[in-house]
């Protein structure tokens, strides 16, 4: 239980800024965590765990161990839009680490058992959470966002939860306003919407999965 509990506060320990500073903390919604690649999973145990610790409620359509087709949904929630966010990032990460982890792992053995079908493949213990963070910034890099309650980050998510999701210039005015000393980042997920935060005064546009041609293509 602590070892969940810690998973959920180092990102989620004052809660979710973005959320709280447009007003969502009752509303209902949905979440879906989908495997886009497939393969071995692994992670939905503690994912399970980590919803209910947040009162969300949750069905896991799979169970570690399992290999599974592309675009497979291993979890579906619903609960308060709040909830779902605080979970989101935190349930994330577990769950692409994990199944990155049992994947590769599930390939080896694959490959070992086609030579050997009677040997092991033997792991030491790895471990990541808050390491990685350090070995980012050992790397040369910086950390974009360390917790949900350091920094505003609107993206799509939290605009269909608003009454009029294109209303770009309402939004970041909402959340300036709401935090007056934070810079608003806004998550675009096309050309449009990059252009749309611009002019509606973003400080920071994220583009996400951009190529480096259509970021040029901005200028």
């Not at 308060?80 to 990032?89: G, M, S």
Request: glycine letters at 6%.
């Amino acid at each position: 239980d602590s070892f969940i509990d810690q998973l959920l506060l180092d990102d989620i320990q004052y809660g979710d800024l973005t959320t709280r500073s447009l007003g969502l903390h009752t509303q209902a919604g949905t979440m879906t965590l989908v495997s886009k690649q497939g393969g071995c999973i692994s992670g939905i145990d503690v994912a399970s765990r980590m919803l209910n610790k947040l009162g969300i409620d949750f069905q896991a359509n799979y169970r570690d161990g399992d290999v599974v087709p592309e675009n497979s949904c291993l979890i579906k929630a619903s609960g308060t839009v709040e909830a779902l966010h605080q979970a989101w990032k935190a349930v994330q990460n577990v769950l692409e680490w994990c199944c990155g982890v049992s994947h590769y792992t599930h390939q080896m053995v694959s490959l070992l058992k086609r030579y050997q079908p009677d040997a092991q493949l033997a792991c030491t213990r790895k471990t990541v959470p808050v390491l990685s963070l350090t070995a980012i910034i050992a790397g040369g890099a910086i950390i974009h966002r360390a917790g949900s309650a350091e920094s505003i980050l609107l993206f799509t998510n939290h605009r269909r939860c608003l009454a009029d999701p294109d209303d770009w210039h309402s939004h970041i005015h909402t959340l300036r306003e709401a935090a007056p000393e934070k810079q608003i980042i806004v998550e675009a997920d096309n050309r449009q919407q990059a252009t749309l935060a611009i002019e509606a005064g973003a400080d920071i546009v994220q583009l996400d999965k951009f190529s480096p041609a259509q970021i040029r293509q901005l200028h």
